[in-house]
C-alpha cells in the first residue's frame, strides 16, 4: 500500500496538481486573511463598485483572446504554438482598440449600470484587459511547456501583491479607486516578474513559424467561432440566479445562496481548474504524438473519484454543525442550500477537470449547443421555482439540471476517448 502511494505521489501528474493547487490554496488564504482588515478600510460601495468592474473586465478578456489561447496546446510543433500564441495578442490588441475607442461614452455606459462612479475608472479597463489576456496566453504557454512551477510563483505573487497595494491605498486614504487601481497593478507586477525570471520561455514566443497569420486562423477557427460563445453562454448562465431571482424572493435569500457558492463552488473549481490544466497538458501531447490516453486517464479518474465522494458524503452529514461553526447560527439556510447542492458540486468535482477533450478532439460545436440547452434547462428551473414562490425548489432544479447536463457530457468524454482508442488501435495493427 505504501508503495501504491509512493507511486502516485511521484507521479508528474501530481506533482504538476499539487504545485498549482498549494499556490491556488494559499493565494485563496492570504486573501481571505486580509479581508477583515480591508472592510474597515474601505465601504461596501467600494466594494460593489470593484466587483462591477471586474465583472466587465472578465467578459472583455473572454471576448479580447476569443479562446485562442487554448489552441496553444494543440499543435505538435512549438513553432506553431508559438505563431497561435502571437496571433491571439493581436487579436488582445485590437480589442484593447475597441475599449479605447469606448472611453469617450464612459458615462453612458457607467449609468446603464446606474453607477456613476464606474465613469472614473472604466478607462482601467483597457490596461486591466491588456494585462489579464497577456497572461491568459503566457499561461498557455507556459502550461504546453510544463512550467507549472511559475503558473505557481505568479499566482501567489499576484495575490500578496494584490494584498499589499490594497493595504496600502486604504492606509494613504487612496480610497474606491485603491481597489480597482490594485486589480490592475498586481496582475501586471506579477506578469513583469514572472517574464524575468524566465526569459528564455519568454524569448521562445517569439520564434518564426511557417504558417502565416490568416492560415493559422482558419486552422483553429473552431475557438473563436464555438468555444467562445460557449465560454460567454457559462458566464452568463452562473450569473442567472442573481439576475432572475433577487428580483421575486429578495436580497436576504440571494445572500444565503451568495454564501454557499462562496463556500462550496468557489474551492471545488479552485481545485478543477488545477486539474484541467495539468490533464489538458498531458492529454493534449500524447494526441499531437498519436499515444493512447484513455488507460492513463480513466485511472487517474478513478482516483479522483475514490477521494472525492466519500469527502463530499461527509460533507453533506456534518453541513449544518460546519456553517453553525464557521458564520453562526443565522446561517442555517445556507447549510440547507449547499446540501441541495451537493450532488451538483459532486459532479463538478468529478467531471469538470475533463471539459478539455472537447477541445482536443475538436467538437467545440456540440459542446457549445449542450451549454445553450444547460442554460435554457436553468432558466425554466428558476421560472418553475418563481411560479411556485419556492427559491429551495429554484435551487434544488438548478443542481438537478447541473447534474443531467454533466452525466451527459461525462458520457461524450468516454464516447470521444474510446473513439480515439479505436484509431490508435488500428493504426498500431498497421
Request: with cysteine.
Amino acid at each position: 500500500m505504501n508503495n501504491r502511494w509512493s507511486q502516485i505521489w511521484s507521479s508528474p501528474s501530481v506533482r504538476n496538481v499539487g504545485k498549482l493547487l498549494s499556490a491556488n490554496v494559499l493565494a485563496q488564504v492570504i486573501g481571505l486573511l486580509v479581508y477583515p482588515i480591508l472592510t474597515r478600510l474601505y465601504t461596501p460601495e467600494d466594494f460593489g463598485l470593484l466587483n462591477l468592474f471586474m465583472s466587465i473586465g472578465g467578459i472583455l478578456v473572454l471576448l479580447s483572446t476569443c479562446e485562442l489561447q487554448s489552441a496553444i496546446l494543440l499543435p505538435s510543433q512549438e513553432r506553431e504554438a508559438a505563431g497561435v500564441a502571437r496571433l491571439t495578442l493581436r487579436v488582445v490588441g485590437i480589442c484593447l482598440l475597441v475599449i479605447a475607442i469606448t472611453i469617450p461614452f464612459s458615462s453612458p455606459i457607467a449609468h446603464l449600470f446606474d453607477a456613476p462612479a464606474l465613469a472614473n475608472y472604466y478607462w482601467l479597463l483597457v490596461p486591466y484587459v491588456g494585462i489579464m489576456g497577456c497572461w491568459t496566453i503566457y499561461n498557455a504557454w507556459l502550461t504546453r511547456r510544463r512550467e507549472f512551477g511559475r503558473i505557481s510563483a505568479y499566482q501567489l505573487n499576484q495575490s500578496i501583491t494584490g494584498v499589499l497595494t490594497k493595504l496600502l491605498f486604504g492606509w494613504i486614504c487612496w480610497l474606491r479607486s485603491g481597489l480597482i487601481v490594485s486589480s490592475v497593478l498586481s496582475p501586471f507586477i506579477a506578469i513583469c516578474t514572472s517574464i524575468v525570471r524566465d526569459r528564455e520561455a519568454f524569448r521562445s514566443l517569439w520564434q518564426p513559424c511557417e504558417c502565416g497569420s490568416r492560415e493559422l486562423a482558419n486552422r483553429y477557427r473552431r475557438f473563436p467561432l464555438f468555444s467562445m460563445p460557449r465560454a460567454l453562454v457559462n458566464n452568463l448562465s452562473g450569473n442567472l440566479p442573481a439576475l432572475l431571482l433577487t428580483p421575486y424572493f429578495g436580497l436576504n435569500q440571494l445572500g444565503f445562496f451568495a454564501m454557499a457558492i462562496t463556500l462550496a463552488f468557489r474551492p471545488i473549481t479552485m481545485i478543477t481548474a488545477s486539474l484541467h490544466q495539468v490533464l489538458f497538458e498531458r492529454v493534449a501531447q500524447s494526441v499531437r504524438e498519436g499515444q493512447s490516453v484513455w488507460r492513463w486517464l480513466s485511472k487517474r479518474w478513478l482516483q479522483l473519484v475514490a477521494i472525492v465522494v466519500p469527502i463530499m458524503l461527509l460533507l453533506t452529514i456534518v453541513m449544518p454543525w460546519l456553517v453553525q461553526v464557521l458564520l453562526g447560527s443565522g446561517w442555517n439556510e445556507t447549510a440547507i442550500l449547499i446540501r441541495y447542492m451537493m450532488p451538483w458540486l459532486t459532479c463538478v468535482f468529478l467531471i469538470a477537470p475533463l471539459a478539455f477533450i472537447s477541445e482536443v478532439f475538436g467538437q467545440q460545436k456540440l459542446f457549445l449547443i449542450i451549454e445553450i440547452v444547460y442554460l435554457g434547462l436553468r432558466v425554466s428551473a428558476m421560472v418553475i421555482g418563481i411560479w411556485m414562490n419556492s427559491f429551495a425548489l429554484a435551487i434544488i432544479l438548478i443542481s438537478a439540471s447541473g447534474v443531467l447536463v454533466l452525466l451527459l457530457q461525462l458520457c461524450l468524454y468516454i464516447h470521444f476517448l474510446r473513439k480515439y482508442e479505436l484509431t490508435c488501435l488500428a493504426q498500431a495493427g498497421k
